[in-house]
């Protein structure tokens, strides 16, 4: 079982400390998530990222409709189908997906969620281009999507967050590789039809998932900077 661990496990010149957990279940990454968002809000540590990813999820947040959960296909495929708390409808989480699960103080930074979500979304399309890849992040419908060929739009990143006391909860996820096709077993983001890409489909590869959590985590703090945020 994963646990929080002390305080000064996270020690960052920088001020965003963050630890890769690897594989493991949706349930301990938000035991461990939800323990460091207590910890943030009592002050115990600082701002900081968890990254990881997860064994194949289908995960339903709020705003998920009878309708959507009813229209699952292949369910055994799953290994696990979760129901919780952050915004958005369904989504999936699998290996080769890297899931971003920031814990900020947006009081202390000054930052409202919209403005934050708009932010991490913008960290995420300027790590895609460092690899290559121009995309667009967009609020409505919220994502990092790339432009096919065709013309149409795919989605690479999604977002579903929730504000636990002023800090942030749940997060982000980036497909980097892996199989895509579970996306076509539901509604992804109670849409029908909807397309996904990763940075493996349109690359023909990708960089190992720690090495593009710490160009995630860079990107993030270069935009968490107050002078960042003043220029924009």
């Known amino acids: 079982m994963l646990d929080a661990g002390e305080a000064d496990d996270f020690v960052s010149p920088n001020g965003i400390a ?15 998530q939800e323990e460091f968002v207590q910890k943030r809000r009592m002050g115990e540590v ?28 292949n369910r055994d495929a799953f290994q696990a189908i979760v129901f919780c708390d952050r915004g958005g409808k369904a989504t999936y989480h699998g290996p080769g997906q890297l899931v971003i699960y ?14 934050f979500t708009q932010l991490g979304l913008g960290a ?17 419908p919220a994502g990092v999507w790339v432009e096919r060929r065709d013309a149409t739009q795919a989605k690479i990143a999604s977002v579903g967050l929730r504000i636990t ?3 942030t909860n749940h997060g982000f996820s980036l497909n980097v590789a892996g199989d895509l096709s579970p996306f076509s077993w539901f ?22 998932l720690d ?8 990107s993030f703090e270069r935009y968490l900077e107050p002078n960042f945020l003043v220029s924009q």
């Open 211 to 218: 090495v593009v959590a710490e160009a995630v985590l860079r």
């Open 165 to 167: 006391g002023g800090v």
């Open 46 to 73: 600082s701002d900081l990222f968890l990254f990881c990813e997860h064994p194949p999820t289908l995960s339903f947040g709020k705003r998920s409709r009878t309708e959507d959960q009813a229209q699952v296909q």
């Open 18 to 32: 963050s630890r890769f957990l690897g594989r493991v279940t949706f349930d301990d990454a938000r035991k461990v």
């Open 102 to 115: 920031p814990v900020i103080c947006l009081t202390t930074r000054r930052l409202g969620v919209r403005l």
């Open 124 to 140: 995420i399309a300027d790590v895609l281009s460092s690899f290559g890849i121009e995309s667009t992040p967009l609020l409505d």
């Open 187 to 208: 509604r992804p983001c109670g849409h029908t039809g909807l397309q996904v890409t990763s940075i493996e489909q349109e690359q023909a590869s990708a960089p190992p």
